[in-house]
């Protein structure tokens, strides 16, 4: 069975930066694309970061952002320990929202969230003014 739990959040303020981390099972669940997704008070969970599965490379992956989060937001893996990671630099207040890792089966990229059946359960990120 796949498990998916973040870590990381906090409180920051505006212009500083959070590195959120990401473990998934490893030896049954880890050739695959991962995703992080952020829900903001009163809003609908969306698409931040998303990275997929090189079948060719074990360090190179494609990755795709959401336009608000570009340059900004940077999502790695680490495929030994089967963990993703999203750095988070220049942080803005509508940054604000408890940030979910995901996980599925297909190693092809996906900024759906319905393309995810493993999720975590979420971790907190505030950033202050």
């Known amino acids: 069975q796949v498990q998916v739990v973040e870590s990381g959040g906090g409180l920051v303020q505006a212009g500083g930066s959070l590195r959120l981390s990401c473990a998934a099972s490893?030896?049954?669940?880890?050739?695959?694309?991962m995703g992080w997704f952020r829900r903001a008070p009163g809003k609908e969970r969306e698409f931040v970061a998303a990275?997929?599965?090189?079948?060719?490379?074990?360090?190179?992956?494609?990755?795709h952002y959401a336009d608000s989060v570009k340059g900004r937001f940077t999502i790695s893996r680490d495929n030994a320990k089967n963990t993703v990671t999203l750095q988070m630099n220049s942080l803005k207040p509508e940054d604000t929202a408890i940030y979910y890792c995901a996980a599925r089966a297909s190693v092809v990229i996906s900024t759906a969230k319905n393309d995810y059946p493993y999720w975590g359960q979420g971790t907190q990120v505030t950033v202050s003014s």
């Open positions: 490893g030896r049954t669940f880890s050739r695959n694309a």
């Open positions: 990275i997929g599965w090189n079948v060719g490379s074990r360090t190179v992956h494609n990755t």
